[in-house]
């Protein structure tokens, strides 16, 4: 439709008159018929003798390399056209066919020079000549375009068939050229118009420049180009309709039908056919696209619920604006005191406001700031609001606050308020009560929370580990904690050294010496090399596991070995080791040999000597160290004067007896069974009866009871009281 519009009926007939006259003073090809002196040889016109000629001429494909002449003369004209009207009008015609030819020709004669390098310039005007003259009679058939359809389908009878699909492509190549020009010259026209010019003065106030600007103005040219031509093809469509109805009108008739016009055709018996002239009608759904994005597809309508969605969190409701009644309520609801019941006030509140969650939320947060106790008993309140559209995060904030100040009450509480409006508890707040129970010591409680995570197929991380085994820690269960350990190790999760060192001071203290050096060498293996820290635990699980030689052997190889140089702590662990094997002549020499060496026994070494010393009943000696502790101005630890109390009974020194007694009832709450049992003994040893039978019923009122060894000693002495109703008693009578 576009060839038919760009060549008109006018300039196909102008095309008769291309052998009579010169067309355009540069459209050269004209020039070819007035070159030659004789006629071209009938070896090339003729269809059977320009084969040998063309046969070598085959392009399948365009060199994409061409250089090609793009003609930009906006009109042609014909020589003489001051002087003749007729030609002049035929000029005005022939603008199109002129240009077409021009580019043809130029394209054609720089092929034809490849092939024949050796041609003359009179033989090659003679083969365009030809060429030409085959193209116009074609155009003359049926029209350029109808010719370029049926190129390939139909071979010329005069060419060869590669030479006629070179025609072929070179025609369709000039055609391209030529829609490209024009475009690019109504492009320039919409780029200056009003309405673009406005939109890019626009763009570049509010801060659009450069590349962006360019890209923008040549879109919003490119639209109002192709929106013109849409209604210039509808006009077009209206004229063609119209002479088809003036055509019909005349030889068949008119028949009017409703607001269309109804051709009837009388020349199909007595049946009539209606052919409904009207606008075409546009198929399918109208397409948006926006830098590439098809906004018409369905999936934008729900990116755009979204997007308003996450724009009511990003910026929220404003409250309610709080005036008269309403106002006073809220005034009295924060100056509540903690012990009155806030309930009614708030059903008044929400009765008079009609509030909103973000009503609630700004209420809950100005009682935050004035009272946080009444905050969490009216927070509590809230939840249960219908209009607070309480969720499970409402429930975990309020569970975190009571957590970290170990409310485990309050904690359940809520638990069960969660359960009753069918709220289960989620990720987060299983991780919250995992580290509550934890720090409360509930190892029950925090396990079973433990697998409410597990079960919810969240795997603990290192928090919840850390948590876990630091309980099990402090309850005395190492062999737990380092379970965990090893499933940390099997999921590539690194422990802590915080972690391996809570361990083994668990192992050293339970005297597991096995496990406490399986805790160092797993820390080695990590990262962690020995430190002054884990030797000392290691001496100490030595001290408590009564392996004295072992604890003297990590000592040496942490001075000599680590390079080391012990503490007082470290060397006071070692002492204890001597000490409960009563070798006290290597724990001189150890104490000599350090001495040597620079080092100032501590507290905890004095310390260890005096219960030492006490248990020998060396009372000098003892004393003298306790002289050195009051020096450092330190106070001797509670053995040290459940030592001496033993000590000073035993040797009958009343006095101090008492004065250390007195200091070990002070401290009642920090005694052990086997502490109540040895003062008991040794009060009993050194005749104080009384002062026995008096810490024989503190240590019941502490509920400890009696060991064996310690009834027998009882009933010895106190032979004419009633005799003790214990088990083992009674089955000895």
Same mark, same amino acid.
């Given at each position: 439709? *576009?060839?038919?519009?760009?060549?008109?009926?006018?300039?196909?007939?102008?095309?008769?008159?291309? +052998?009579?006259?010169?067309?355009?003073?540069?459209?050269?090809?004209?020039?070819?018929?007035?070159?030659?002196?004789?006629?071209?040889?009938?070896?090339?016109?003729?269809?059977?003798?320009?084969?040998?000629?063309?046969?070598?001429? =085959?392009?399948?494909?365009?060199?994409?390399?061409? /250089?090609?002449?793009?003609?930009?003369?906006?009109?042609?004209?014909?020589?003489?056209? @001051?002087?003749?009207?007729?030609?002049?009008?035929?000029?005005?015609?022939?603008?199109?066919?002129?240009?077409?030819?021009?580019?043809?020709?130029?394209?054609?004669?720089?092929?034809?020079?490849?092939? *024949?390098?050796?041609? /003359?310039?009179?033989?090659?005007?003679?083969?365009?000549?030809?060429?030409?003259?085959?193209?116009?009679?074609?155009?003359?058939?049926?029209?350029? $375009?109808?010719?370029?359809?049926?190129?390939?389908?139909?071979?010329?009878?005069?060419?060869?068939?590669?030479?006629?699909?070179?025609?072929?492509?070179?025609?369709?190549?000039?055609?391209?050229?030529?829609?490209?020009?024009?475009?690019?010259?109504?492009?320039?026209?919409?780029?200056?118009?009003?309405?673009?010019?406005?939109? @890019?003065?626009?763009? #570049?106030?509010?801060?659009?420049?450069?590349?962006?600007?360019?890209?923008?103005?040549?879109?919003?040219?490119?639209?109002?180009?192709?929106?013109?031509?849409?209604? $210039?093809?509808?006009?077009?469509?209206?004229?063609?309709?119209?002479?088809?109805?003036?055509?019909?009108?005349?030889?068949?008739?008119?028949?009017?039908?409703?607001?269309?016009?109804?051709?009837?055709?009388?020349?199909?018996?007595? #049946?009539?056919?209606?052919?409904?002239?009207?606008?075409?009608?546009?198929?399918?759904?109208?397409?948006?696209?926006?830098?590439?994005?098809?906004? @018409?597809?369905?999936?934008?309508?729900?990116?755009?619920?979204?997007?308003?969605?996450?724009?009511?969190?990003?910026?929220?409701?404003?409250?309610?604006?709080?005036?008269?009644?309403?106002?006073?309520? =809220?005034?009295?609801?924060?100056?509540?005191?903690?012990?009155?019941?806030?309930?009614?006030?708030?059903?008044?509140?929400?009765?008079?406001?009609?509030?909103?969650?973000?009503?609630?939320?700004?209420?809950?947060?100005?009682?935050?700031?004035?009272?946080?106790?009444?905050?969490?008993?009216?927070?509590?309140?809230?939840?249960?609001?219908?209009?607070?559209?309480? +969720?499970?995060?409402? *429930?975990?904030?309020?569970?975190?606050?009571?957590?970290?100040?170990?409310?485990?009450?309050?904690?359940?509480?809520?638990?069960?308020?969660?359960?009753?409006?069918?709220?289960?508890?989620?990720?987060?707040? @299983?991780?919250?009560?995992?580290?509550?129970?934890?720090?409360?010591?509930?190892?029950?409680?925090? /396990?079973?929370?433990?697998?409410?995570?597990?079960?919810?197929?969240?795997?603990?991380?290192?928090?919840?580990?850390?948590?876990?085994?630091?309980?099990?820690?402090?309850?005395?269960?190492?062999?737990?904690?380092?379970?965990?350990?090893?499933?940390?190790?099997?999921?590539?999760?690194?422990?802590?050294?915080?972690?391996?060192?809570?361990?083994?001071?668990?192992?050293?203290?339970?005297?597991?010496?096995?496990?406490?050096?399986?805790?160092?060498?797993?820390?080695?293996?990590?990262?962690?090399?020995?430190?002054?820290?884990?030797? =000392?635990?290691?001496?100490?699980?030595?001290?408590?596991?009564?392996?004295?030689?072992?604890?003297?052997?990590?000592?040496?190889?942490?001075?000599?070995?680590?390079?080391?140089?012990?503490?007082?702590?470290?060397?006071?662990?070692?002492?204890?080791?001597?000490?409960?094997? +009563?070798?006290?002549?290597?724990?001189?020499?150890?104490?000599?040999?350090?001495?040597?060496?620079?080092?100032?026994?501590?507290?905890?070494?004095? +310390?260890?000597?005096?219960?030492?010393?006490?248990?020998?009943?060396?009372?000098?000696?003892?004393?003298?160290?306790?002289?050195?502790?009051?020096?450092?101005?330190?106070?001797?630890?509670?053995?040290?004067?459940?030592?001496?109390?033993?000590?000073?009974?035993?040797?009958?020194?009343?006095?101090?007896?008492?004065?250390?007694?007195?200091?070990? $009832?002070?401290?009642?709450?920090?005694?052990?069974?086997?502490?109540?049992?040895?003062?008991?003994?040794?009060?009993?040893?050194?005749?104080?009866?009384?002062?026995?039978?008096?810490?024989?019923?503190?240590?019941?009122?502490?509920?400890?009871?009696?060991?064996?060894?310690?009834?027998?000693?009882?009933?010895?002495?106190?032979?004419?009281?009633?005799?003790?109703?214990?088990?083992?008693?009674?089955?000895?009578?």
């Amino acid at each position: 439709m *576009y060839l038919k519009h760009l060549l008109s009926r006018q300039t196909i007939n102008g095309l008769s008159r291309f +052998n009579g006259r010169i067309l355009s003073p540069y459209s050269y090809v004209y020039k070819i018929s007035s070159a030659f002196t004789t006629p071209i040889s009938r070896s090339i016109y003729s269809s059977g003798g320009y084969e040998p000629t063309f046969h070598n001429l =085959t392009y399948s494909k365009l060199d994409p390399s061409l /250089n090609r002449y793009i003609h930009s003369i906006p009109e042609t004209k014909l020589n003489g056209s @001051s002087t003749d009207p007729e030609l002049q009008s035929d000029d005005s015609e022939d603008a199109t066919m002129n240009e077409f030819l021009s580019r043809f020709v130029w394209i054609m004669r720089r092929k034809l020079m490849e092939v *024949y390098p050796e041609c /003359n310039k009179q033989t090659m005007d003679g083969m365009l000549l030809i060429l030409v003259q085959k193209v116009v009679s074609e155009m003359e058939k049926g029209g350029l $375009e109808q010719m370029l359809d049926a190129a390939v389908a139909t071979p010329s009878q005069d060419f060869s068939e590669d030479l006629w699909k070179t025609v072929w492509e070179v025609s369709n190549l000039v055609l391209n050229d030529m829609k490209k020009a024009r475009n690019k010259e109504k492009m320039k026209t919409f780029l200056q118009s009003e309405e673009v010019k406005e939109m @890019s003065r626009f763009a #570049g106030e509010i801060g659009i420049r450069g590349d962006m600007l360019r890209e923008l103005r040549f879109k919003w040219a490119r639209e109002k180009m192709e929106e013109s031509e849409f209604y $210039e093809n509808l006009e077009r469509l209206r004229e063609e309709a119209q002479a088809e109805e003036g055509v019909e009108a005349q030889a068949k008739g008119v028949e009017a039908v409703g607001n269309e016009e109804v051709v009837v055709d009388d020349s199909v018996g007595d #049946g009539k056919k209606e052919m409904v002239v009207s606008l075409p009608k546009r198929h399918g759904k109208i397409r948006y696209k926006i830098y590439g994005l098809d906004l @018409s597809n369905p999936k934008w309508t729900e990116v755009a619920d979204k997007v308003h969605e996450r724009e009511e969190i990003v910026w929220p409701q404003e409250p309610k604006p709080i005036s008269g009644k309403c106002k006073i309520v =809220t005034e009295n609801i924060l100056t509540m005191k903690e012990e009155d019941d806030p309930s009614p006030l708030l059903d008044e509140w929400a009765e008079l406001l009609q509030p909103r969650r973000i009503d609630w939320i700004s209420l809950l947060d100005r009682l935050k700031e004035n009272n946080a106790h009444l905050y969490l008993k009216v927070a509590e309140l809230v939840l249960s609001k219908e209009s607070f559209q309480t +969720n499970t995060l409402d *429930y975990t904030k309020l569970i975190d606050v009571h957590a970290k100040e170990n409310r485990l009450e309050d904690v359940e509480r809520i638990l069960k308020k969660m359960n009753e409006n069918g709220i289960s508890p989620d990720i987060l707040t @299983s991780m919250v009560l995992v580290h509550m129970y934890c720090k409360a010591g509930n190892l029950e409680s925090a /396990n079973v929370a433990l697998e409410g995570l597990r079960s919810q197929g969240v795997k603990p991380d290192m928090k919840i580990y850390s948590s876990m085994i630091m309980a099990y820690v402090n309850a005395g269960k190492p062999e737990k904690g380092k379970s965990l350990v090893e499933e940390m190790g099997m999921r590539d999760i690194k422990p802590t050294k915080e972690i391996y060192m809570a361990l083994l001071q668990a192992y050293a203290e339970c005297g597991h010496i096995d496990e406490a050096k399986f805790i160092s060498r797993t820390m080695d293996y990590a990262g962690f090399p020995p430190s002054l820290e884990s030797s =000392t635990l290691l001496v100490k699980a030595c001290e408590q596991g009564g392996d004295a030689n072992q604890a003297r052997k990590i000592f040496d190889d942490m001075i000599i070995e680590a390079r080391y140089r012990p503490d007082d702590r470290c060397t006071s662990s070692l002492i204890a080791a001597y000490e409960k094997k +009563n070798m006290l002549d290597k724990a001189l020499d150890l104490l000599l040999q350090l001495e040597k060496d620079g080092f100032e026994p501590g507290v905890a070494t004095y +310390n260890v000597l005096v219960v030492w010393l006490a248990n020998l009943q060396l009372v000098d000696e003892a004393e003298q160290l306790l002289g050195k502790i009051a020096e450092l101005g330190e106070a001797p630890s509670l053995g040290v004067h459940i030592s001496l109390c033993d000590m000073y009974a035993r040797t009958r020194a009343e006095k101090k007896a008492l004065q250390a007694l007195g200091v070990v $009832e002070a401290n009642k709450e920090q005694l052990k069974r086997e502490d109540f049992e040895r003062i008991i003994k040794g009060l009993i040893d050194g005749g104080f009866s009384q002062d026995a039978q008096r810490i024989q019923d503190l240590m019941a009122s502490m509920g400890f009871s009696a060991s064996y060894d310690l009834e027998i000693t009882l009933a010895s002495k106190f032979a004419g009281r009633p005799k003790p109703t214990s088990g083992r008693w009674r089955s000895l009578r």
